[in-house]
């Protein structure tokens, strides 16, 4: 029986713009936070009246909504990414004031759950990405309506060129730090040290100064002692195979960044997104690393 030829066409732009979406919400929520710190959390206020920052980003959300229903050009679509991150970073930065009785905006669990929902966007957008092999029709018609149309870089919004400036700046700053002769082997050292150390201080065989989550919960431990634990595997693998030992690293970080981090934020706050960046690095070290040795 011959199978039924789907409908729905996708876009080959996808991924790119579910990237833009998720960096500008996180963008967005880091410069909210920090603008609101700095400025002692003022109120638009008129009379009686409260505009939450909320309601300006579901504005932009329906301003990118409003584009993308307007209009095909994949240039424009791409701005409605931009807008549209912006508008759900300044929405779902308000999460406290609607999962509490008393609308508090300062609710401590909040910072964990939005880096909860980051966390499965992240997830299912790569899902998106790995299941991305599209049709030849889907190729066709991407093809005519971009011939038609232009790409998505044929804009000429300030936004987006300044986006696309800076991005390609920290890529360039980033790759050429992480390509330094030396870098990533010293770097790699660093972590499993760290890792090691604290697995040391859960026993007590160290001081707790040493623990990075020292005051956090139980969880937050539970989460060190199982990375710190399969980067002890890695070192004892490395005897019989370095490519397996960074496979056993890399499984370190990520139980880091996928369970560890909650706790951390939600008990450190945003403070923790300075260890989120050092897990990053390092997930950036092993991933060149294994890119190598797979090449």
Known sequence: MKKRQSLLVRDTDTDSLLDLFMVIAVVTILVSRAFLAATGYPQISPGDLHIAHMLWGGFLMFIALVMVFRYWNPSVRRLAAFVSGMGFGLFIDELGKFITNNND??????????YVIFIIMYLLFRGFAEDSELSSRELQVNERLRK??????????????????????????????????????????????????????????????????????????????????LVLIGVIE???????????????????????QIFLFYHSQLTAIWGLAVDLVFYAGVETYLQKKSA
């Open 105 to 114: 905006y300062f609710y401590k669990p909040t910072i964990a759950v939005i």
């Open 238 to 260: 490395s005897r019989k195979s370095l490519y397996h030992s960074f496979l056993w690293f890399k499984r370190a970080i990520l139980v880091s960044i996928f369970i560890t």
């Open 148 to 229: 038609d149309l232009g790409d998505m870089n044929d804009s000429n919004s300030k936004l987006l060129k300044w986006y696309d400036v800076t991005k390609k700046r920290f890529e360039k700053s980033f790759d050429n730090t992480i390509s330094i002769k030396g870098f990533v082997p010293l770097l790699m050292i660093v972590f499993v040290v760290l890792s090691l150390i604290q697995l040391a201080a859960i026993f007590g065989l160290v001081g707790s100064g040493w623990l990075l989550t020292e005051e956090t919960s139980r969880y937050a431990i539970v989460g060190t002692f199982i990375s710190s634990s």
